[in-house]
């Protein structure tokens, strides 16, 4: 398991700098230059020449990538274009506002979609099960936004038991969390309930019932188990989402997170801070999706890392 | 692991986080006596928002209108405006400065016993390392505009000098400046937010990170800043107006998003509120938030620009028949529920020199095909409107797209990015937009020189040059009497708007607020930067 790792932690390496270096090549190719952008209508071609100067700008592009690249490579992300902050820092103080939204939501996500997936696969063809799926479609397919204002205006402004917006306490995230949750719940209830129903199908869950379990036991310890392999890769794949930020969620909710960084970063053209986030992105992608794959083989004792496999 | 240890350990991360992330949290309603006299006025937390966390509190390094905002909290200018008015007075000065019978040089005084929030003392040589900071290069600053005029500022721009020859230190209250030449609006200049004055010592010691944590001489100061979240302000208990502010703190909340901020508003979590134009006509026809909604007229004025260096707006002609194929009036009532005024000319009411007589483009879309077919287009042409991203302009322009469609113009309508619209605007190539200009200054050269000199026209894509007008804005931003220059401004907003159709006024719009009826005395900034005077405002509840 140990050498899985480091394999998979080196072959992280080229795919970090592919992807800084796409990002780079892309914010220098798309429109709108950052000093422009910055100095309004008032200011003259000399300044905007002497600005571009003191931010490095006006060097090769390969000389600006190799110099954040190698800044990188020893923790500094450089300081945003805009406030002068670190670009670490700011990273840093954002994303716990993202991964309090991501885990909150996965909570809500986790709970509603195992509950109804199981019910459903088990109670197949039934009126739960087809009302169920009916509702997880609606779920899938509801925008988020919408579904956020529903929530305020319902909980909020009307019942008032949660606050509208802010982050200033655990029921500031209710409603957030059960916006992003639903849409999630609702992929994770369509997969549970088709991975459920294959499993259920199989010998041993035959052999169980033969032998006189009780069918609590048969779907709770032998069929769920069994069907988790699927369902945990796509909850990994969402937190993977979930935790590089949640634009609308976020906007909607006021929370400070890495979506809104993200966005404002691009709209200012922040070169640093697009650059820092997308980098921290994809280390939080490579992450979740190691720990995803280590997590199968606790689900599926056939599963092995060592002895070359992976 | 089986799938009730997974939950258990989800739910487990899930609270230890919430329980880390929530320290930072405001707490409403809070309030601190900071010696001030017990009477009824003093006290209390106002709750206020912010649609955008502010990119920086540096007013030299940017002009957002959250970063304004904040400025006139947390920092003082040397004159400001009069309550709610466009007249000045002194702020850190003691009495307006006197100007030489030549309009060069300008002596001023300042108050005694000035302090920043720190306690350090303000002195002449703060108000001349704030002039010098903003002319430095090394300083990246965006505004120096409002210093420009100053004797010895370009070569500073240039990096030719390091100090700013027509600022003179006389003693630690007094100081004059000489101007390059004669500038009529120069005084006005020093009434912008981006012209506080900063702390010598304080600033250099913050170096980068001034941005984020200046110190100032305003009624409040930071107390605390959590990015995209929230900013907390309290009184400065150093302020030199004794026994102002009246409100103790103020919480400004950041919300992007119009509705949840309305919403906020309604469920009593906001004091006030500039309302969204999405929300203005249900808040408006509700018996109770009517009742809270307060007008305010800023200085802006929406127009209309063609790019003269596209084909079609190279004839003036054109230019005319677009100005008489757009239905003002209806756009006005239709898309701004009437909130504002139709615009005859690029000054707009509060401006000296604005003039109510002037004509305006009637509504003629037969007369607007006639001059399209004089033109050579009897069946019009196809054009393409660039705009950023913005739900309100898009609206507005698909309401134009309209009404062109009845004259034969199919004019396209390209969304873009801002930084990618910004670049194309400021060289020179949108062919057709809506624009606007919200005044720095009450003063007609803010809007005359800034928009229809030859000099400034390209950074607008309007691309007009008229050496007539040129030399009328030149002429009257150097003269002292301000009847000569309303004079020479009428003569030239005439000639560019009238004759040459160089834009099209649109309108001026006016903001409405929406206030809880336990926050009183309120008074917004003349110029429309959404501040309000929190001199005067204080909390009935506290």
């Known amino acids: 398991m140990t050498s899985y790792i480091i394999r998979r932690l080196i072959s992280m390496i080229p795919v970090l700098i592919g992807i800084t270096l796409i990002t780079f090549i892309l914010i220098n190719v798309v429109p709108g230059d950052p000093v422009v952008n910055m100095m309004g209508k008032r200011v003259d071609a000399q300044t905007i020449a002497n600005i571009r100067h003191q931010l490095g700008l006006d060097r090769p592009l390969y000389i600006q990538y190799l110099d954040f690249l190698l800044k990188a490579a020893r923790g500094n992300l450089g300081r945003s274009f805009y406030n002068h902050q670190d670009v670490m820092k700011t990273i840093l103080q954002r994303f716990p506002a993202t991964v309090k939204l991501s885990l909150s939501s996965m909570v809500v996500a986790i709970f509603i979609g195992l509950t109804v997936g199981i019910i459903s696969s ?29 929530l305020q205006l319902i909980f909020g402004l009307k019942l008032k038991w949660f606050p509208i917006s802010g982050y200033s306490g655990i029921e500031c995230m209710v409603l957030p969390a059960i916006a992003l949750g639903t849409r999630f719940a609702a992929t994770i209830a369509r997969m549970t309930r088709s991975s459920m129903l294959e499993v259920i199908r199989q010998d041993f869950i035959r052999t169980a019932r033969a032998k006189g379990l009780s069918e609590r036991v048969v779907i709770y310890k032998h069929a769920l188990k069994n069907a ?4 945990i890769t796509i909850i990994g794949l969402q937190v993977g989402g979930l935790l590089t930020g949640s634009i609308l969620t976020e906007t909607v909710f006021g929370i400070p997170g890495l979506g809104r960084l993200s966005i404002e970063a691009i709209n200012n053209r922040d070169f640093p801070v697009i650059q820092g986030t997308v980098l921290f992105t994809a280390l939080v992608f490579v992450f979740t999706n190691l720990i995803v794959d280590i997590s199968y083989s606790f689900l599926d004792p056939r599963i092995r890392y060592d002895g070359g496999e992976g | 692991m089986s799938a009730k240890k997974f939950l258990a350990v989800v739910l487990i991360m899930l609270v230890v986080v919430s329980l880390a992330g929530c320290g930072g949290g405001q707490k409403a309603g809070q309030s601190q006596n900071q010696g001030q006299p017990a009477d009824t006025k003093h006290g209390g937390t106002l709750q206020d928002a912010l649609g955008g966390d502010p990119p920086g509190l540096d007013v030299q390094q940017n002009s957002m209108l959250e970063t304004y905002y904040l400025a006139r909290l947390l920092f003082s200018t040397l004159v400001r405006y009069k309550g709610g008015t466009t007249d000045l007075e002194p702020e850190l000065l003691a009495e307006m400065p006197s100007v030489s019978s030549d309009g060069l040089t300008y002596h001023f005084k300042l108050k005694s016993d000035l302090k920043f929030s720190d306690g350090t003392p303000l002195t002449s040589k703060d108000v001349k390392f704030t002039f010098e900071r903003m002319l430095k290069p090394e300083t990246k600053a965006i505004n120096q505009w409002v210093f420009e005029p100053i004797k010895g500022a370009k070569d500073m721009e240039d990096g030719k000098s390091t100090e700013l020859a027509g600022f003179k230190v006389l003693n630690d209250q007094e100081f004059e400046i000489t101007l390059e030449s004669p500038y009529a609006p120069f005084i006005q200049n020093l009434a912008v937010p981006c012209a506080s004055i900063y702390p010598a010592e304080a600033t250099q010691k913050a170096g980068e990170e001034w941005t984020l944590n200046p110190i100032g001489s305003g009624p409040y100061k930071i107390a605390e800043w959590v990015h995209d979240d929230h900013i907390t302000l309290e009184r400065n208990a150093n302020y030199f107006e004794k026994d102002l502010p009246y409100i103790d703190k103020i919480q400004m909340r950041i919300i992007e998003d119009e509705a949840t901020m309305t919403m906020e ?18 808040l408006s026809s509700d018996p109770n938030f009517s009742k809270m909604i307060v007008e305010n007229t800023p200085l802006n004025t929406y127009f209309y620009v063609m790019n003269e260096n596209v084909k079609f707006f190279q004839d003036v002609r054109v230019r005319k028949a677009i100005a008489m194929a757009i239905d003002k009036d209806k756009i006005l009532k239709e898309l701004l529920n009437n909130r504002g005024i139709v615009a005859k000319g690029l000054l707009g009411p509060g401006i000296p020199g604005y003039n109510e007589n002037n004509p305006g483009f009637p509504y003629d879309p037969e007369q607007a095909k006639k001059l399209l077919a004089e033109a050579g287009y009897p069946n019009g042409f196809e054009v393409e409107n660039w705009q950023a991203k913005n739900e309100t302009f898009y ?16 004019m396209k309508i390209n969304q873009m990015d801002s930084a990618s619209w910004r670049q194309s605007r400021n060289n020179g190539k949108v062919p057709i937009y809506l624009a606007n200009w919200w005044a720095d200054i009450p003063d007609p050269d803010n809007y005359m020189y800034n928009i229809l000199h030859s000099s400034q026209t390209p950074q607008w894509s309007i691309n007009y040059k008229n050496p007539k007008v040129d030399e ?43 206030v809880q009826p336990y926050v009183k005395d309120v008074q917004f900034h003349p110029t429309g930067i959404g501040s309000y005077n929190y001199r005067t405002m204080w909390l009935e509840k506290k």
């Open chain 1, 122 to 150: 088990v109670k197949q063809y039934t009126f739960f099960d087809h009302s169920t799926m009916i509702i997880a479609l609606m779920g899938i397919s509801a925008p988020v936004f919408w579904v956020a204002i529903i």
């Open chain 2, 472 to 514: 009328l804005i030149e002429k009257a931003r150097v003269s002292t009497d301000m009847n000569e220059r309303i004079k020479m401004y009428q003569e030239a907003e005439k000639i560019a708007i009238y004759d040459d159709v160089s834009i099209i006024p649109l309108f001026h719009i006016k903001e409405y607020y929406i």
């Open chain 1, 228 to 231: 988790m392999i699927p369902v």
């Open chain 2, 265 to 282: 508003f309604e469920n009593g979590n906001i004091d006030i509120l500039s309302i969204p134009d999405s929300e203005y006509p249900r």
């Open chain 2, 395 to 410: 609206k507005r322009n698909v309401a134009i797209q309209a009404m062109l469609k009845q004259v034969g113009i199919d």
